[in-house]
């Protein structure tokens, strides 16, 4: 027996967004005593407050100005805000899996970029 569950909707978000609302999460479950964290949130919970190193609101805008980039697409741009990559042998594994590489100038504009706000 297959159990199919159906995509209602899909949306990106980067880790700080992701931790501001699983923040929300935790707090509603908090306020009831009888309901606990199953593993997966909990771990879900510490990975995102490990991870987020800028506030919501800067990681969109870093996702809005890599958009501006003619060949940095919407996934590629979460992608990059999430692992905010110092330098281009980081950035290059971003885009291992493209049919395309970008040229050591492109490269360089997009860690300019991300070096604004890291």
């Given at each position: 027996?297959?159990?199919?569950?159906?995509?209602?909707?899909?949306?990106?978000?980067?880790?700080?967004?992701?931790k501001?609302?699983?923040?929300?999460?935790?707090?509603?479950?908090?306020?009831d005593?009888?309901?606990?964290?199953?593993?997966?949130?909990?771990?879900?919970?510490?990975?995102?407050?490990?991870?987020?190193?800028?506030?919501?609101?800067?990681?969109?805008?870093?996702v809005?100005?890599?958009?501006?980039?003619?060949?940095?697409?919407?996934?590629?741009?979460?992608?990059?805000?999430?692992?905010?990559?110092?330098?281009?042998?980081?950035?290059?594994?971003v885009?291992?899996?493209?049919?395309?590489?970008?040229?050591?100038?492109?490269?360089?504009?997009?860690?300019?970029?991300?070096?604004?706000?890291?």
């Amino acid at each position: 027996m297959t159990i199919f569950k159906e995509i209602v909707d899909e949306e990106f978000l980067t880790v700080s967004e992701t931790k501001e609302l699983l923040a929300d999460i935790e707090a509603e479950r908090a306020m009831d005593e009888e309901r606990e964290l199953r593993y997966e949130l909990a771990r879900a919970i510490e990975h995102a407050n490990r991870f987020a190193v800028l506030e919501p609101k800067e990681a969109q805008a870093l996702v809005d100005d890599l958009q501006d980039i003619e060949k940095v697409d919407e996934p590629t741009a979460y992608k990059i805000a999430n692992l905010l990559p110092q330098d281009r042998d980081e950035l290059r594994s971003v885009y291992a899996q493209q049919r395309y590489s970008l040229s050591g100038d492109e490269l360089d504009e997009i860690l300019n970029i991300v070096a604004q706000y890291a």
